[in-house]
């Protein structure tokens, strides 16, 4: 079962000194620790029906819950709403075969017709951009339909986030500029 919930923001990079030392696994699990664990039957119609791959009518960059959960580890972010926003414009960014009608979709749903948890403002629209702008823009393709088994989680947590093209520098610059 994937963890998620709505439980910290900015987790890993408060109090933790030493995170250079740590690997991707050891990562996963402290977010997988401290947070709550939704039940994917839990998860809103809405939400399953644009962001589920199960789902016949899944917006490009949909992935299940667990990879979902994954990719926030990868960016370092924690699972507020504002995060949920970088997340998944990171993950429909990545996804080359997004078209702008979908963009502007999502954004329109996601705004008007989530359930109020879940809805997005103008800030976290803004949020999403700017994933979906980072997500565009990394080397490495499709991150919701990469296999987490064909690599070694006992890597280091930074070489992980080097495959994907992914830089601490570069991805602090996105947070602190959104207040993620």
């Not at 008007?112 to 565009?136: H, S, T």
């Amino acid at each position: 079962m994937a963890c998620s919930g709505d439980v910290f923001k900015n987790y890993f990079t408060v109090g933790e000194n030493n995170m250079t030392s740590w690997t991707f696994r050891e990562m996963y699990n402290k977010f997988c620790d401290s947070s709550t664990t939704v039940n994917p039957n839990d998860i809103p119609f809405i939400i399953w029906l644009l962001e589920n791959p199960k789902s016949l009518f899944h917006l490009h960059g949909a992935c299940d819950l667990h990879k979902h959960d994954l990719i926030h580890v990868l960016l370092d972010v924690g699972q507020s709403n504002d995060d949920e926003a970088f997340v998944i414009g990171f993950t429909m960014g990545n996804d080359k075969r997004i078209s702008p009608w979908e963009v502007k979709f999502f954004k329109y749903v996601s705004s008007k017709f989530y359930p109020l948890k879940n809805r997005f403002n103008d800030k976290q629209l803004k949020i999403f951009d700017k994933g979906f702008e980072y997500g565009r823009s990394r080397h490495y393709n499709n991150i919701a339909r990469f296999d987490w088994n064909s690599i070694d989680w006992d890597l280091p947590f930074y070489d992980i986030q080097y495959k994907f093209g992914i830089f601490d520098n570069e991805l602090d610059y996105y947070k602190t500029q959104l207040g993620v």
